[in-house]
Every structure is written in structure tokens, then in C-alpha cells.
């Protein structure tokens, strides 16, 4: 806009629509074999200037319009090669990302399978030491157990000693009434027999507090026991899901090796066709080395029709111009003739008019004898 704006300050309109069709039409008269027009052949073009001119062009056109055929040919010949050559590309970048995508998928499910692999071989060891756990557990218990019930025998056998003395006791009662001596004797063996069975139930207490604690321990550990067996259990799930998981991914393996030997039809695919656009590509070479090749020979025999043209043309222009010379010595002939015809013409003229002019003064020079002679 700013060039129009700044051409129209210029110059008109007009000056600059006519400078620009003699752009093109120099452009034109170039391919057409004319190098020298100039602005003085668009605005005062001589008869000559003209018929070269406009031969070169129709020459031009008859040229082309012969060598359509061959030059569409050759184009629409590597129109399709290229098309070609962009599909089969295309297709190879396809195949090329579903191959990368592929190998993507095929590594992730690698490593998710290292991953899980590893996850169960931890749980696997875990367990292992779990159950061990559980059996040190399960036999610590039994000893326990075991434990128990003999303190448990021991505590009812005591109980019942301590009832055959309080018996005995009861037994002992009416020989109070005896001597003091005798009494006194018998007290000291109560009482001695009382100690050791205090000694012996504060030791029974002692051995029933200690089983009521080892009870409290065993059903502590019972309580884990039990925690531990849940724990076997949902580790069981987990294993039995880890399982699920293997087969899953077993199924993911198979996938992804039939995935691979899709992956392998889709290489030899490509082998294949790169090996075509190999072809097609030397096929295209040889196309194009036989069009460059009829090129040549074409432009050669072009250069050999703007020779004989060239020749053609400066035989015609010789004879244009001898034709041109004949015509103005004609041109000029028949102006002298034309001139010289009309010179007659007008000395013709000018003698009947003093033909006429001569005669009126002699009829009147008669009149006027005619008239004197009468008087």
C-alpha cells in the first residue's frame, strides 16, 4: 500500500499499469527468444520490430503447443512419483511410531514386572518368616501349656494335702484336754507342721500368681498368635492376588509377544518396503535421468530449431526488407505517378479553365465587334 501510495505521487496510474505490462511482456519476449525489446517497440514499434516479434511469439507457441504432450507426460509421471514417495513416507513414520509406541508398552510392562517379581519375592520371604514365627509361637505355647497343667496338678495336689491336714487338725482337736506337757510336744509338731504348710502355700500362692501371670502371657500370646494367623490369611489373598497377577502378566507377556512378532511382521514390512522405495526411487532416477536425457535432446533439437528459425527468420527479414524496398520504390513510383497525375490533372484543369476563360473573352469580343459593327 505504501508503494502504491508513494507510485501514485509519481506517477498516474496509467504510466504505472504501462510499465508493468512491459515487465511481463519483456519477461514474455525473453522466453520467447527476444532479448532486445525495448519500450520504444511498445510505444513506437516500426513494421520490422513487429513482424519479428510477433513471429518469434507464434513460433514460440507452436513449439510449446508441439512439445505439450511430452512435457505433460514427463510431469504428471513425477506428480506420481512423489506422491508415491510421500505416502510410502508417511507410512513408514506410522509404522515408525507404533514400532516406538510398541517398545514403550514393552518396556513399561517389563518393568512393572521386575517390580512385582520383586514385591513377591518379599512377601514370599516375609511369610517364610512369619510361619517360622508362627512355629517358634505355636511350640513356646505347647510348652506353656504343658507348663500350666502340671502347676495346675501340683496346686491340686497341695489343696489337697492342706485339706488332710486341716483333717488331721480336726483329728488333733480333742487332745487338747491331754497334759501341757503332751500338749506343749503336740503344739510344737502343729506348729511345725503349720510353718511348712504355710511355707508350702505361700509357695502354691506364689507358683498359682506366677501361672496366673504365665495364663495372662499365654493369652497375650495367644492374641498374637491369632494376629499372626490373620495376618497368614491376608497375606494368603495377597498372594493368592500376586498369583492373579502373574498370570495377568503372563497373559501381558503372551500379548506383548505376539505383540513382538507383529513387531517383527511390521520390520519386515518395512524391510520390504524400503526395499520398494529403493526401487521406486532408482526407478524414479532412471525416469528422471531418460526425462533429463529427452530433455537434452530436446533442448538440442530446440537449439537446432532456433538456428534453422534464426535463419529462417533473418532470410525472411531480407526478404522483409527487399519485399519493404520494392514496396516503398513502388510506393514512391506510384506517388510520383499519383503526383504527376494530379499535376496533369491540374494543368488539365487549368487549361479548360483558360480554354473557357479564352473563349468567354473571345465571345465577348465578338459580341462587342458584333455591337460595333451594327452601329
Do not use: W
Amino acid at each position: 500500500m505504501a508503494g502504491e501510495d508513494l507510485a501514485d505521487r509519481i506517477f498516474t496510474p496509467d504510466t504505472r499499469d504501462l510499465m508493468g505490462f512491459f515487465v511481463i511482456m519483456r519477461r514474455l519476449l525473453m522466453e520467447c527468444g527476444i532479448h532486445d525489446f525495448t519500450f520504444q517497440d511498445l510505444y513506437k514499434p516500426t513494421r520490422e520490430r513487429l513482424v519479428k516479434i510477433f513471429s518469434y511469439i507464434i513460433n514460440f507457441i507452436r513449439f510449446r503447443e508441439s512439445q505439450t504432450s511430452v512435457i505433460d507426460e514427463h510431469f504428471n509421471k513425477s506428480e506420481r512419483t512423489k506422491l508415491r514417495i510421500e505416502q510410502l513416507y508417511n507410512e513408514n513414520q506410522d509404522k515408525e511410531n507404533h514400532l516406538q509406541e510398541l517398545e514403550r508398552n514393552s518396556k513399561a510392562m517389563e518393568t512393572q514386572m521386575a517390580a512385582k517379581e520383586k514385591k513377591q519375592k518379599e512377601l514370599k520371604q516375609r511369610l517364610l518368616d512369619l510361619r517360622m514365627g508362627q512355629e517358634k509361637v505355636l511350640e513356646k505355647l505347647e510348652m506353656v501349656k504343658e507348663e500350666q497343667r502340671r502347676l495346675k496338678e501340683l496346686l491340686e495336689t497341695k489343696t489337697e494335702q492342706t485339706m488332710n491336714v486341716r483333717q488331721e487338725a480336726a483329728k488333733l482337736r480333742p487332745y487338747t484336754t491331754q497334759s501341757p506337757a503332751v500338749l506343749e510336744a503336740s503344739l510344737k509338731d502343729l506348729n511345725a507342721n503349720l510353718a511348712a504348710d504355710k511355707a508350702a502355700i505361700d509357695a502354691l500362692d506364689r507358683r498359682g500368681r506366677a501361672l496366673q501371670t504365665s495364663t495372662d502371657t499365654f493369652s497375650a500370646v495367644t492374641q498374637d498368635v491369632e494376629a499372626c494367623t490373620r495376618l497368614l490369611s491376608d497375606l494368603a489373598q495377597d498372594i493368592k492376588q500376586e498369583q492373579e497377577e502373574l498370570a495377568k502378566a503372563d497373559r501381558h507377556r503372551q500379548a506383548l509377544s505376539e505383540r513382538s512378532n507383529n513387531v517383527r511382521d511390521v520390520e519386515r514390512q518395512e524391510k520390504l518396503l524400503t526395499k520398494q522405495l529403493t526401487n521406486i526411487n532408482a526407478r524414479t532416477e532412471k525416469l528422471r535421468r531418460n526425462a533429463e536425457d529427452k530433455s537434452e535432446a530436446a533442448r538440442v533439437r530446440l537449439e537446432e530449431l532456433k538456428v534453422v528459425h534464426q535463419k529462417l527468420i533473418e532470410e525472411r527479414t531480407d526478404k522483409s526488407r527487399e519485399i519493404d524496398r520494392r514496396k516503398a520504390r513502388i510506393e514512391q513510383t506510384e506517388k510520383k505517378m499519383a503526383d504527376l497525375k494530379e499535376a496533369i490533372e491540374f494543368e488539365v484543369q487549368q487549361a479548360r479553365e483558360e480554354y473557357r476563360r479564352l473563349e468567354s473573352h473571345i465571345k465577348l469580343y465578338i459580341d462587342e465587334m458584333d455591337q460595333s459593327i451594327g452601329y
